[in-house]
């Protein structure tokens, strides 16, 4: 078991789906309630933040992706994928934007019908190729600026990391298929 990972299929089915249940409804709940931060010094969480994580955290093991894809109801997952979808977005805060990309990653996974939901919805494959393009861009900015010994020494100056631009390469190989 990997440390800090909930596996939920040893559980019974009532049981995962109901705290599947309630973090899907933060992840997709229109109300600021869901949307606003936490009110605590210097928060940057929300309660759909808190979701997000927590499912990519979930989505570690494949079986809990399918848990997740299976909770119903499929207008949910509908939301979810149209939100994650949107917070791919340059004007998202990057740890959002990394979530959407593990999410999205890991469920293109799961089965053909789920990367065919995730390609139709809204603008996911051009917001996925912009992060892409993103981070080459910031790439060579910091190479032009500090030199590939920075690079090398950080890699992390681009903005995001080399598994997040390869997640992104296999959603996208995923989604084309």
Known sequence: NLSGQLDLTPFPEQI???????ILHWAVCPSSYAQDWLPAAHSSLSPRRLAYETLSKLSIFESNVDLILATPPWSRMDKLLANLSRSLGRQEEQTVREFAVVLLSNFSQAEPTIARAIALTGNTIPLLLAFVEQAEQSTLMVLNQQGLPALRENP???GT??????????TLRNLAR
């Open 16 to 22: 995962s789906l109901t705290i599947l249940d309630g």
């Open 156 to 158: 992390d100056l681009i």
């Open 161 to 170: 990391t080399q598994d997040m631009i390869r997640r992104t390469a296999a």
